[in-house]
């Protein structure tokens, strides 16, 4: 499980998998975000709030499927108002999630760093997700 918040590049939109960018404070080199989380019970419900994040533009919080876990997305928006990508967090239910890496925003105007690691993405190694949100019992998060 994914401990710390997770960088998801979403230039794909909602029907390419997403990959990671950074992991916390440490970067990634695109890894497939099943490659993170594994291919437990939890991927397609951070697959589902990843995409509900992409075509609402704001945050999403959920309960996994098993009802054991929480799932939080954040957009990064760039100055179009696009979804550049997703800040993801799954972890226990009574657990608070830890703070995003220093210099992270999900306004528009983000940092120049949270670009960069994002610049020059061509989608390799990435597949189609067709996600399905239907299990998911959400509720709006504050930013």
Not at 5 to 21: A, D, K, N, Y
Not at 115 to 120: R, V
């Amino acid at each position: 499980m994914a401990a710390d918040w997770l960088l998801v590049e979403t230039f794909g939109g909602s029907r390419c998998e997403p990959t990671v960018l950074a992991a916390g404070s440490n970067p990634k080199n695109m890894v497939p975000l099943r490659s993170v989380l594994g291919r437990g019970p939890f991927l397609a419900d951070a697959l589902g709030v990843t995409a509900r994040v992409i075509e609402s533009r704001q945050s999403v919080e959920a309960r996994t499927t098993t009802g054991r876990r929480r799932v939080i997305g954040h957009p990064l928006l760039a100055y179009g108002g696009l979804v550049h990508g997703v800040y993801l967090w799954v972890g226990p239910l009574d657990e608070d999630p830890p703070p995003r890496a220093p210099g992270t925003s999900t306004s528009r105007g983000t940092s120049a760093a949270d670009l960069t690691i994002c610049s020059g993405s061509t989608g390799r190694g990435r597949t189609s997700g067709g996600t399905s949100t239907t299990s998911l019992s959400s509720s709006p998060t504050s930013g």
